[in-house]
């Protein structure tokens, strides 16, 4: 059974930074592609940043240079470093793990940002 428990979010002021993790179950960063989307409250869910099983990288426009994705070595644990924060990242932030078969999600957890 695959189980993905994201944690770190939480309350802070712009220009802040916040750490996300995605501690996955039943599945492994190595044979799937790691991904953090968000949803913010009237807009659709997209996609923030993403690792591949090779390890590359990919960013939404909107977050290069202040976001950086990441695993850890036994490639169970993906994280998501958020720095410089803005108020338009509120959002609830997912994490996702792609297989070849099929998608998982993480049930999500709550970034806001203050002006």
């Known amino acids: 059974q695959v189980q993905l428990v994201e944690s770190g979010g939480g309350l802070v002021q712009a220009g802040g930074s916040l750490r996300l993790s995605c501690a996955a179950s039943?599945?492994?960063?190595?044979?799937?592609?790691g991904g953090w989307y968000r949803q913010a409250p009237g807009k659709q869910r997209e996609l923030v940043a993403q690792?591949?099983?090779?390890?590359?990288?990919t960013y939404v426009d909107s977050v290069k240079g202040r976001f950086t994705i990441s695993r850890n070595n036994l490639k169970t644990t993906v994280y998501l470093q958020m720095n410089s924060l803005k108020p338009e990242d509120t959002a609830i932030y997912y994490c996702?793990?792609?297989?070849?078969?099929?998608?998982?999600w993480g049930q999500g957890t709550q970034v806001t940002v203050s002006s």
């Open positions: 039943g599945i492994r960063f190595s044979n799937s592609n």
């Open positions: 996702n793990a792609a297989s070849t078969t099929r998608a998982y």
């Open positions: 690792i591949t099983r090779d390890g590359s990288t």
